[in-house]
């Protein structure tokens, strides 16, 4: 495998009839979604011998929509020059090698659908659109032509590599043009034929018609001319055509004839084992290349994907050969969209072909085989797993439905890539490989699907029968837990767990797929008892050892488990934020303890780090809350979505985020050591190579994979300020989530337009086989666990008007077209006529028509009369009477009651039609059929209040019936609280409870539930926790605690009011979950709070905060002296500046030490008087244990930390425990030590031992006491800090001096006690430092010399030879550890050279040398020897072996660098000799000499003696 950054790009845009293109000399470019992406093709590829030669060189940036077309410019010297068309409306020039834009037009007004680079004029760019418009531009002159031949859409255009002034246009319907623009677009030529669209043309590459031997007689076309010339063709000798439509022919046009010559018909290949569900039916798209040094051959695309090469040399005969005949799976298995000629530098004639199978090939058109492929990418890239049992096998999950399995170890290709989409069917969210079962790969999918495929065989994956009701987040093999419904025997030893939008974390047994998953919720809720809502989950990580399981939940919460029944140990309050992804450390780091590290990250910025395995040890009763990381990894300014730790180094941990980049950090120092930048969009997720330990694989939203090397990465932590918004900004120039205009159906996208990803979908049918599936991937936020912008003022801003414009557009639109209505009115009608048609509606008659027979002529009435007449008085039943009152039927008036049925039938009926309703009931009624009213209103939809409230009258029965069926056209016209209040007169009040419920109605619901059911009714708990979640989600906190308390669940409500995690939410949640008994909740979010204010350093807040809770009050007394220290470092001007910070009103008693006023503080506000009390408080805070410090640890949380080992320290001294108090001041020392801040270790010396550190060994009685140690690292510590002063001193004042910060070359050497010896770095660049200078006055020399001959005494403590002998073991433990690491390393890059390179017996040696000499940073005068195992194994043992043989006194604590005080004093001792004795001077070199063996004061000893 090289040692070479590689790509996976987005795939090319699909149904463009030009969006790729090659130049002689090997280059390639296709258009991707906004972008076109370039690829270095033969020698200059610059690829490891015997691996494919291409290589993605980079992107041209800068369209806002979809690219639609792209050609080179093929005039030799040009060759660095091409144009892009886009939806964006521009064309763009652009420069290949600087990768920018030259120029642009944006002269089309419709969306562009062809361009070419003229062949013959080498300034000349022609375009088309869908509207038929065609535009040359010249480059050079700027200068443009508007051409407008035919309003029909243009699919294609060519340019006459013969003829620089002939164009041939082919259109969607089918007709294709030949043009001249020097004579303003006429029509040299009609060429009718085909009947659907163009999708290409090429010209014949040699001019005149001699090339082809095409008989007249023997054309099978018909003699009757296609087109006719409308003109004389400028030229003399004509010139062959060739097009290809979707109608499934390919014609041959002679452009002296102005006709068709040829027809070829693509014949129907049998599919051979294609990558697609036979019984989908494939769109035909026909593209063409004629070979340029073949013009008997023509090239062309079939149905499913092959490449055909046509012989027309026999015009009788229709003869093919086809592409890569003999090996199986070479082909593409979708349509081919494009053909690029290619010749290499080395002459080799290629072919370059883009299909929708979404890869790219390269053909030898010698052999008419596949040299190779270039796969790529159709969505986001959210998921990569490297399999831990077939080493390199990267499964990669994409949003267009496939999972990709990229073997990146494979020698004869770099992308042997495999593509798995039977079953996926949608965006593939969450992978994770068995950790022991070769092959077998669980996947899960943004509609909740979890499957598990076997990567080695065809078959379709295993799914489970249980689905997740949302996107699967993640996935996680792990031992199965006692729930799991299984025989005895019958038991896998691993099983599958999903974590799922919805918040459920479920267990699916691999065995038996179809049997039901279990929701492990169930065991927790049972083993732990837990009474309240269980938090959702969203994220899923099990420990290596199969023992401990982690949950990461919404409200940033993450759970710590133990199996065999998940017992909650713990649980961390430290993201406030949902979790997206937590990982634990490897196993097998050179220091065991690491594996118990967890990195998380949220939706904050920031990464934790927690060392859990004093917790997982102990293993407590009850659960633990832990609030403080091990680590805090800060840099990063938008969520983390991904987190990997490096399986080759001990705590190396490479982060992913929504900043657009990825960061590798040093957990252990806390350090950022190098940013990835390289992608266009927001990280999804990363993987660190399980071979490579510089190389790391990272997927986006922008469609990509890149596998980059961290040696190469020129910035070293992710981009604040500036930076990131410009990388804001290079993010917003994707393809925006707004969809487009919606266009005419006459469109070349047949069924939908995919919004911008360029990878249209082909019909709906389609989804069956590996495409986006009819959902675009341009994924607007969904995909990213929670619904908020990505971070930065630019994208809440380009939302913005997203969101309001069409609202506000609509209502404005609704008003106007109100006000044209009422205006009309008023313009039209004069103002009597209101009041006429006032009087004319109150007349209206329920009989109308009735009313106007008996208003017609006299002669009709008359008529009436007669016809009256002789119905009363016939004495039986006439036919012909009969049938005059069915003519008359208004007589029903007068005659008998059926004839009035009938009178009224007809009147209801005239009613409805003319839209009625209300008089059609009322005539109903007045029938006294009330049953049928109703029936037909309900039937209709058309029930009102007055036929509702009538309804009583037709019986009990009826008017209940009428009541629901009114309730449910109610809910039809959305109009569901007066649905509710009917069903309530019916006395359906759970009905109507769980209508608005169902609506989102719950106020009201919960109104109507209290006021009319039993108060115990668990409907109404289930109203309130149903309407708290919902209220949660959308962020109203406030409202929905109360909900959770309304529901008795009030430990909820705190915790979801501390969810924003401000001082004043935090404080509120605190005061209300002491209010309801819930204490140690109550007091873990008075901590919080109390921090949140210290932060912003609020001392009065923070002190009430902390009031809440009595469990607090040790922290009281921490947060105190914090106060009071940062007051005292304030007014010594050495905290980061002054501040007019609110502190308390503290009797400030500036007499006396500084221990003094703490206590006298403590005692007048917190009443500590007695050894009690301050025993009481001790044991409170001795519990808290915080992680040691290192160099970038904040400077906040360090004095935090430090006044918490001072408080200890205070507290027992004043209960009289005088070994505590002198191991709580050694802690806080030793915490300033490692943080590299001599300041503050002096400032606490001063403070806390003003007269030194004597005193202490009088109080401590015994010196065999066990505090004894403790004491002579205390005193050690404090005589370092003497000695540095001094030293300083020698030189002049230099207060700026003391403070010095340890890890300046903390990155560059390899031993950890190497940075001790940069701080006498002072001597070395200052000359004049050597020497005394003559400036001082006698007073200071007096004072020198006496501090000189304390020194001297004092110093003696520090040339301990045992702690030299200790120091040097573990440096050598140290180097020995790195020398081994570097040495597996390298072996491993060797390996794997070796595997891919001819020639590796050159290398090794080389590698194996520089592998020590590196990393050790040794002078160029060392040899650059390599050290053999063997010694190296040696030389640890015998290092441990010293180490073991010390005394366990020596051991316990640290102790300032024994081989840096014999430096200083040799330094001290060459500026000024008197206060250095001799003999000490002596010692101090005897030690050198012995221990200074590791490179680092080797370096040192040598420039102080030569």
């Known amino acids: 495998m090289g040692q070479e950054p590689r790509t996976l790009p987005p795939s090319p845009n699909w149904y463009c009839s030009r969006c790729s293109d090659a130049v002689p000399g090997g280059l390639f470019g296709f ?8 690829v270095r093709v033969g020698p200059g590829a610059d690829t490891i011998p015997g691996t494919p030669p291409f290589r993605v060189i980079g992107e ?24 892009t068309s886009s939806d964006d409306g521009t064309v763009k020039i652009w420069e290949v090698e600087a990768k920018t834009v030259v120029t642009e037009h944006a002269l089309h007004q419709h969306t562009i659908s062809a361009l070419h680079w003229s062949p013959r004029v080498k300034d000349l760019i022609v375009s088309g659109d869908e509207k038929g418009v065609v535009f040359c531009y010249w480059l050079n002159r700027n200068d443009s032509q508007h051409l407008f031949i035919e309003p029909r859409t243009i699919f294609c255009l060519t340019c006459s590599p013969h003829h620089e ?49 095409i008989n007249q007689e023997e054309n099978s076309e018909p003699e009757i001319p296609n087109g006719k010339v409308t003109a004389q063709t400028p030229v003399t000798k004509g010139c062959y055509l060739a097009t290809g439509s979707k109608d499934q022919t390919i014609r041959i046009w002679s452009c002296s004839r102005g006709r068709g010559v040829m027809t070829l018909k693509l014949p129907f290949l049998k599919r051979r084992g294609g990558g697609v569900d036979p019984t989908v039916k494939e769109r035909l798209w026909l593209t063409l290349h004629w070979p340029k040094d073949q013009p008997t051959q023509l090239v062309s695309s079939c149905f499913g994907g092959e490449l055909l090469l046509w012989d027309l040399t026999q015009s009788w005969r229709r003869k093919y050969t086809l592409f890569s005949g003999s090996s199986e799976g070479q082909n593409h298995s979708r349509i081919v969209f494009n053909l690029c000629p290619l010749q290499t530098e080395e002459d080799k004639q290629l072919l370059l072909s883009i299909s929708m199978d979404r890869d790219v090939k390269c053909w030898d058109m010698a052999t008419l085989e596949c040299c190779w492929t270039l796969p790529s990418l159709g969505g986001f890239a959210y998921s990569l797993a490297f399999s831990p049992v077939d080493t390199g096998c990267l499964a990669i999950g994409v949003g267009d439905g496939m999972i990709r ?3 990146t170890l494979s020698i004869k290709n770099n992308y042997d890539v495999k593509n798995f989409w039977q079953g996926v069917k949608s965006k593939v969210t969450a992978l994770c490989w068995h950790p022991t079962k070769e092959g077998c790969l669980a996947f899960g999918t943004d509609d909740g699907k979890v499957g598990l495929y076997d990567t080695y065989s065809n078959k379709p994956p295993q799914i489970s029968s249980t689905y997740h009701k949302k996107t699967v987040y993640s996935l996680a093999w792990g031992p199965p837990v ?6 005895e025997g019958d038991r896998p030893s691993l099983t599958l767990y999903s974590c799922g939008g919805e918040g459920i974390v479920l267990q699916h047994n691999p065995w038996k797929l179809s049997g039901e998953a279990f929701d492990i919720n169930k065991l927790i809720r049972d083993t732990n008892s837990i009474k309240y809502k269980l938090p959702v989950h969203t994220e899923i990580s099990w420990k290596a050892d199969g023992k401990i399981m982690a949950l990461g939940n919404e409200d940033g919460s993450i759970e710590i488990f133990k199996v065999p029944n998940l017992k909650l140990i713990c649980t961390i309050q430290q993201h406030h934020k949902l979790v997206n992804t937590i990982s634990w450390h490897h196993e097998h780091g050179s220091q065991p303890e690491l594996s118990y590290l967890m990195a998380s990250g949220s939706n904050n910025a920031v990464i934790y780090v927690h060392n859990l395995q004093t917790v997982i040890e102990s293993n407590p009763e009850s659960p633990v809350t832990i609030t403080e990381p091990y680590r805090t990894l800060s840099g990063h300014t938008a969520k983390i979505t991904s987190l990997a730790w490096s399986p080759h180094h001990d705590g190396r941990l490479v982060s992913a985020s929504y900043d657009g980049t990825a960061q590798v950090w040093d957990t252990l120092q806390e350090e950022p050591l190098c940013n990835f930048r390289g992608h266009r969009g927001r990280l999804l997720c990363v993987a660190w190579s399980p071979l490579d330990p510089d190389c790391i694989y990272s997927g986006a939203d922008d469609f990509c994979v890149y596998k980059w090397l961290t040696s190469m990465q020129e910035h070293s932590r992710p981009p604040q300020g500036k930076k990131s918004i410009e990388l804001e900004k290079k993010r917003l120039s994707q393809p925006k989530p707004k969809p487009k205009k919606k266009k005419k159906p006459t469109l070349r996208v047949p069924v939908k337009q995919e919004l911008c990803d360029g990878n249209e979908e082909e019909s709906v049918k389609e989804s069956l086989g590996p495409v986006e599936n009819g959902v675009s991937d341009q994924e607007t936020e969904e995909e990213a666990r929670e619904p908020e912008p990505p971070c930065g003022v630019t994208s809440a801003v380009s939302k913005e008007p997203i969101i309001c414009t069409p609202a506000a557009l609509g209502f404005e639109k609704s008003k106007s077209t109100i006000n044209n209505k009422v205006t009309l009115l008023k313009k039209d009608v004069p103002k009597e006529k209101p009041e006429a048609l006032i009087k004319k509606r109150k007349a209206r008659s329920m009989l109308p028509l009735s009313t106007s027979l008996d208003h017609r002529s006299k002669e009709e009435l008359h008529q009436d009369c007669l016809v009256l007449a002789t119905a009363k008085h016939s004495k039986g039943p006439s036919e012909d009477v009969s049938t005059d009152l069915e003519e008359r039927f208004h007589l029903g008036l007068f005659t008998d009651r059926a004839t009035l049925y009938r009178m009224i039938e007809v009147e209801g009926k005239s009613h409805l039609e003319n839209g009625h309703p209300e008089l059609f009931h009322q005539l109903m009624l007045w029938k006294g059929d009330l049953k049928g ?5 309900a039937e209709r939809g058309e029930l009102t209040d007055n036929l509702v409230a009538m309804a009583p009258v037709a019986g009990y029965h009826v008017w209940v019936w009428a009541v629901e069926a009114f309730a449910k056209q109610l809910c039809f016209q959305d109009q569901y609280v007066k649905a509710a209040s009917h069903l309530l007169s019916i006395h359906k009040v759970y009905e109507a409870v769980e209508l608005l419920k169902s609506n989102h109605f719950y106020r009201e619901a919960i109104a109507i539930a209290k006021a009319r059911l039993r108060p115990e009714d668990p409907i109404i708990k289930d109203l309130y926790l149903s309407w708290g979640a919902i209220l949660e989600k959308d962020g109203h906190y406030a409202l929905a605690a109360k909900c959770y308390l309304g529901a008795t669940s009030a430990y909820d409500a705190a915790k979801v009011l501390a969810k924003k995690g401000d001082a004043a939410s935090l404080r509120t949640a605190a005061e209300l979950a002491s209010i309801v008994g819930e204490n140690e909740l109550s007091a873990s979010l008075a901590l919080r709070c109390a921090q949140e204010l210290l932060l912003a350093r609020n001392w009065v807040g923070a002190q009430e905060a902390l009031q809440l809770h009595t469990s607090l009050k040790g922290q009281r007394l921490v947060f105190c002296l914090l106060e009071l220290l940062s007051k005292h470092l304030e007014e010594k ?15 400030a008693d500036s007499e006396g030490s500084f221990v003094e006023r703490v206590t006298a503080v403590w005692k007048s506000t917190f009443s500590l008087d007695s050894p009690e009390q301050y025993q009481a408080a001790f044991q409170q805070l001795q519990k808290i244990k915080y992680p040691s410090a290192t160099s970038n640890t904040p400077s906040k949380q360090l004095l935090l930390h430090i006044c918490h080992d001072l408080t200890l320290a205070v507290l027992s001294q004043e209960a009289g425990s005088w070994d505590a108090a002198v191991e709580g001041l050694l802690r806080a020392v030793i915490r300033s030590y490692d943080s590299g801040n001599f300041t503050i270790m002096q400032e606490v010396h001063s403070a806390f031992l003003p007269q030194g550190c004597d005193h202490l060994r009088g109080k401590l009685g015994d010196h065999q006491s066990p505090t004894t140690p403790a004491f002579k690292s205390l005193k050690a510590f404090f005589i370092y800090g003497r000695l540095y002063e001094f030293w300083w001193s020698l030189s002049g004042p230099c207060p700026e001096s003391s403070v010095w910060v340890r890890a300046a070359h903390r990155s560059k050497t390899s031993t950890e006690q190497s940075l001790e010896v940069d701080r006498v770095s002072p001597e070395e660049t200052d000359p004049k430092a050597s020497q005394p200078e003559p400036s001082r006055t006698p007073e200071l020399d007096v004072r020198l010399i006496e501090e000189g001959e304390q020194m001297q005494n004092a110093c003696k403590e520090l040339l301990s030879e045992k702690h030299a002998d200790l120091q040097n073991a573990q440096r050598t433990v140290a180097e020995v550890q790195e020398t081994l690491g570097e040495m597996i390393r390298q072996h491993q890059k060797s390996q794997l050279c070796k595997s891919t390179a001819n020639g590796p017996d050159k290398n090794e040696p080389e590698q194996e040398g520089e592998s020590l000499s590196h990393p050790q940073n040794q002078c160029k005068e060392e040899k650059n020897e390599p050290v053999s195992l063997p010694e190296l194994t040696k030389r640890l043992t015998e290092a441990n072996e010293r180490i073991a043989k010390l005394p366990e006194s020596i051991k316990t604590w640290p102790f300032p660098d024994v081989l840096e005080c014999c430096l200083i004093l040799l330094h001290v001792g060459s500026q000024c000799p008197s206060f250095v004795t001799q003999e000490m001077q002596q010692q101090a070199q005897e030690l050198l000499q012995k221990y200074g063996n590791t490179k680092v004061y080797k370096r040192h000893y040598q420039t102080l003696y030569t």
């Open 405 to 407: 399995v990229w073997n």
């Open 31 to 38: 258009a991707a979604r906004t972008s076109v992406f370039l």
């Open 482 to 487: 006692p729930a799991m419904a299984l025989g």
């Open 165 to 213: 002034d002939l164009v041939a246009i082919g259109y969607k319907d089918g007709i294709v043009v030949i043009i001249d623009i020097s004579k303003k677009g006429e029509v040299m030529h009609r060429l009718r034929g085909h009947d659907d669209e163009i999708h290409s043309i090429a010209w014949c590459p040699l001019s005149g018609e001699d090339c082809l031997s």
């Open 933 to 937: 009213v109703l029936q037909t209103a």
């Open 1133 to 1147: 001007q050495l905290s980061e500046g002054k501040s007019s910070f609110s502190y308390n009103a503290w009797p």
């Open 60 to 83: 041209l940036v800068g369209h806002t929509e979809k690219v639609s077309g792209f050609t080179f410019c093929h005039h030799p010297g040009q060759y660095n020059l091409c144009a």
